[in-house]
């Protein structure tokens, strides 16, 4: 019956996606910089679509695909969302494991939206990359796409000196 | 000059800019680095708002030529008689203003020169030191606030006060040739609605920039409005 119910949401998810494409997908990213590296950040708002939200709600897990690239450097993370409707708590998590358990669904979805500062390579590494076209990517996996109406959410920061970089 | 002003003022130790070590956060410069990133993406976005009011423009002037050209044989033929002549003339005046405003508007958007904001804020873009780079930032936060705050002013006042103009100057007109003082007066202000309810949206919602400017604030910890 559980399995019934879950394959409904799941369906009635993906129709809903591919009626009403999501609203308000937004991206917001960053290049910043320590002494001895680079680093990129980012920040989604409206990945909680209301097709994504009745799956979520439905017990699934939803995960953020995120990709930096640089010149030939690139970086990659994931971070899930999970609702456990029995004890009413979201879960989020990254590749390392549970980073945030709370009740509180604006908390969660602020941490799963959020990329926190990662390591894109050191400056001498990235000196070349300087003035090219950096690129921050986050979608969902394959199989959840239409939870956005397939929409492709990704955005070009550009800086020409390391002076640009704020730290 | 406005930029040194403003540093100078932080510098001296506002409360609303307190400094930061040269390790700390650059809050002021993240938020004007992506604001900076930001209006690069849609640099070409202009061109597609002209299009739009090139549209519009084009269909407001359509309207008032089709008003004054076939205006009274669609009357004749729905209402069985011709439109008062006066309605017509005036109507037609208020809808190809409209127009033209539209148009002009386009014009000016279309061919705009294209800012160049890292030229425009090349003072902070090159600072070498951490602190100064941030206090220059938040400056340029300020005055970019500040200058969005009077050009959607300005640009409110001038939707609301428009039709306010033309109905006193029809007013006038109405008196001078001894006809009531009513006549006349929606007619000629047929394309300004769209003027009043925009000025009036802009009156209460703050741009781009002053919301710049309050995440600014609210990330330094300050009463946000």
Redesign the interface.
Known sequence: MEEWLRSMAVGLAVLTGLVIPAQGLRL?S?A?KTPQAVLVTAELSGGLSPAARDYLLAGNTLTLRWVATWGDRSVSASRSITYHAWDRVFAVADSQGTVLETADQSRALTEWQTWPPTKLGTREALSSALATTLTVAVSLPSEQESLWGYQKVS????Y??W????? | MKYFLVLAVLTAGSALLPAQSG?S??IA??IL??YI?EQ??HAGDSKAAAGVLYGLGAVVGAGALGLWYLGDDLSKSSAGTALDPDVKLWTTVGLGAGGAVLLGTGFLVRNAKPTDY?LRFSDV????D?ET?NLLAAASLWALADEAKGKRLTSAWTGILTPLVTTAAMIALNLGTNKPWTDNLVAVNSSQVFGIIGGVAQLYKPSDEEYLYLKYQAALGNTVP
């Open positions: 917001e960053s910043l955005l070009s920061l550009r020409r000196t002076a640009e970089i704020p730290q | 390790d956060p650059q410069y993240r680095m992506n990133q690069e993406r890292r873009l090159q600072a070498t951490a780079q």
